[in-house]
């Protein structure tokens, strides 16, 4: 089982960089980073609600259950 964060495409959706991000929501580069190449082991709903809010979509939009091999 893992747990698949797909923050790349929802920002290449919005034609945003990680930068444009990091600045609009108050998160590290390094941080916003981890999350997307799936370094990340958990994330805080307080900041997964400012990443939805600005994104404009929803946790789902975001995270994807993935089943292993």
Known sequence: MEIKVNLDRVLLERKMTLTQLSDK???TIANLSNLKTGKAKAIRFTTLAALCETLDCQP???LEYTESA
């Open 60 to 62: 789902c939009d975001l």
């Open 25 to 27: 929501v108050g998160i």
